[in-house]
């Protein structure tokens, strides 16, 4: 298997879930930036950018990307000195992300050890499945708002990229969690 494992998909998508999966069942490393900023914001001194950027994310937006490389990149650097491999949970958000984790990499040694899994859900999907689980940024309005950014849409360039590389997977992410777990496993063969 793959060293570096990324997973893209829309909110709700259940790609935290399926990341967590994966690194439990193959003793990976789980890096997800929603928890990295999840854990910046309880820093007990933040400076007024950093709090804008967090309440970005409170909002359904994105934060800068300069600050999610900032974040991303020194777990990662930590991560891959452990010897480790990784899944990336919701890192990469944009095409510009995807181009500068990818010149990351290259500069790493570690860009022949990537795969994307992108799970496939419709957006009205990842809405319904947002409603259904109780995330304190869950609101209906917020979620409009992060499927409207973050959605199948925004997802699209980064694909394209990421085939053109020719690391994407694409599993079909309708299915029960165990059903998309089978699927995942074996792309990962």
């Known amino acids: 298997m793959k060293k570096i494992i990324i997973f893209l998909g829309a909110p709700g998508s259940g790609k935290g879930t399926q990341a967590k999966n994966i690194a439990d069942k193959y003793g990976y490393h789980h890096l997800s930036t929603g928890e990295l900023l999840r854990a910046f914001e309880k820093k007990s001194k933040l400076t007024a950018e950093e709090k804008r950027n967090l309440e970005k994310v409170k909002k359904g937006l994105l934060v ?7 974040l991303a990149f020194a777990a990662l650097k930590s991560i891959f000195k452990s010897g480790k491999s990784v899944v990336l949970d919701g890192a990469i958000r944009n095409l510009a992300q995807a181009k500068k984790f990818e010149k990351f990499f290259e500069s790493e040694k570690k860009a022949d050890a990537v ?3 992108e799970v496939a859900i419709t957006d009205e999907e990842a809405f319904k499945r947002m409603i259904g689980r109780k995330r304190v940024d869950d609101e209906p309005e917020i979620m409009k708002q992060r499927i409207k950014v973050q959605g199948n849409n925004s997802i699209a360039p980064i694909r394209e990229y990421y085939r053109s590389l020719g690391v994407l997977r694409k599993v079909d992410g309708m299915g029960s969690i165990d059903e998309v777990f089978e699927l995942i496993q074996k792309e990962l063969q």
């Open 64 to 70: 800068p990307d300069a600050f999610i490389y900032e």
């Open 115 to 117: 795969i994307v899994i």
